[in-house]
């Protein structure tokens, strides 16, 4: 089946600092990847949208300088929370669409990312 | 607009309960609908689907029926174990677009 990764899969961090979270789909080729927030206790939140070789696409209300997305290669996307805040801790979530298996529009979904920023 | 509403929890059962957690949604066009389950500091994993009315999911003993004339999406099992204890994850899809409820907790204890 189709697996992606994270990594790391926990952070903590000093408030001020940035964290890079890599997202990686392991066996497949990824057009399209996907960034999700959780919230303790709350849904998925989905960040941004991000195509390999183009700009990602924010979801309104998230903060584009903030939260940088770069999808470099067909396999790698990242996420870096810049000058990251205690309000900025949460569970981040990554997801990959495989456009090459017979599931085109299924989603598979990354461990995710627990980032606490002290 | 599109939404999903699941029962809130937490869930506490008995081993060997029936489990019944309450979905349904509102969207435009023909969505298709996911159950995703996740376990205690990992991501979500994929439970089952249906992707158009009257199919039915079913996946380790879970079963969920798209009911389009209720708007529906229940998650059922007849015989819970221990190991199911875990949020539950509503979704629908159209297009590219997720869009999740806000997961029930469920724990089984023996």
């Known amino acids: 089946g189709a697996v992606v990764s994270q990594h790391p899969s926990r952070v903590i961090c000093k408030s001020g600092t940035s964290v890079k979270i890599e997202c990686r789909s392991l066996d497949f080729q990824a057009t399209t990847m996907f960034w999700y927030r959780q919230f303790p206790k709350k849904s998925l939140m989905l960040m941004a949208t991000?195509?390999?070789?183009?700009?990602?696409?924010?979801e309104q209300g998230v903060e584009k300088d903030k939260f940088l997305i770069n999808h470099a290669s067909l396999t790698l996307s990242t996420l870096t929370v810049t000058s990251a805040h205690p309000e900025d801790s949460s569970f981040y979530i990554c997801?990959?669409?495989?456009?090459?298996?017979?599931?085109?529009?299924?989603?598979?979904f990354g461990p995710g990312t627990r980032l606490t920023v002290l | 607009g599109n939404s999903v509403t699941q029962m809130e929890g937490p869930v506490t059962l008995s081993e060997e309960a029936f489990l019944t957690i309450n979905c349904t949604y509102t969207?435009?066009?023909?969505?298709?609908l996911f159950w995703y389950v996740q376990y205690p500091g990992e991501g979500l994993q994929l439970l089952l689907k249906a992707t158009k009315a009257d199919d039915k999911g079913s996946n380790k003993g879970f079963e969920a029926t798209y009911r389009k004339e209720t708007t529906s999406f229940h998650l059922e099992k007849g015989s819970v174990q221990v190991s199911d204890s875990a949020v539950y994850f509503c979704a629908l899809r159209t297009g590219n677009q997720f869009y999740f409820g806000t997961g029930t907790s469920l724990t089984v204890i023996p």
């Open positions: 991000s195509n390999e070789g183009s700009k990602a696409t924010y």
């Open positions: 997801s990959a669409r495989a456009p090459g298996l017979a599931e085109s529009n299924e989603q598979f």
């Open positions: 969207a435009t066009g023909y969505p298709s």
